[in-house]
């Protein structure tokens, strides 16, 4: 399966973007969908995630109300809509996908088994 993050820009603070992460060569299967972001100099941290089968979302505490993680099975999609976008969210932003009964957090990127090449999220003040 190969991943394919886009949707990443300049934009101002307070605007809004919506981060693609589409799978090819594969469907996500019965697992889990998650973005992830690195900043320069900084370590990657996990963004939201999504099961791909009932749809249940998680989120990093700091970002909950801002961000919303949504999924298409129909087109093999997963969303990332980032709305009143602040100049700390500054970042490459990066989708990945963990296979069904993986287990451990679902912030560890080393639980994952697919990662997209990143996508790069610009906030300007």
């Known amino acids: 399966v190969q991943l394919q993050a886009s949707g990443g820009g300049l934009v101002q603070a307070g605007g809004s973007l919506r981060l693609l992460c589409a799978a090819s060569?594969?469907?996500?299967?019965?697992?889990?969908v998650s973005w992830f972001r690195q900043a320069p100099g900084k370590e990657r941290d996990f963004v939201a995630a999504?099961?791909?089968?009932?749809?249940?979302?998680y989120y990093a505490d700091s970002l909950k109300g801002r961000f919303a993680i949504s999924r298409d099975n129909a087109k093999n999609s997963v969303y990332l809509q980032m709305n009143n976008l602040k100049p700390e969210d500054t970042a490459v932003y990066y989708c990945?996908?963990?296979?069904?009964?993986?287990?451990?957090?679902?912030?560890?990127?080393?639980?994952?088994?697919?990662w997209g090449q990143g996508t790069q999220v610009t906030v300007s003040s």
């Open positions: 990945a996908a963990r296979r069904h009964g993986r287990v451990g957090p679902l912030s560890n990127g080393n639980s994952y088994d697919y």
């Open positions: 060569g594969g469907t996500f299967g019965a697992g889990t």
């Open positions: 999504i099961t791909w089968i009932g749809g249940r979302t």
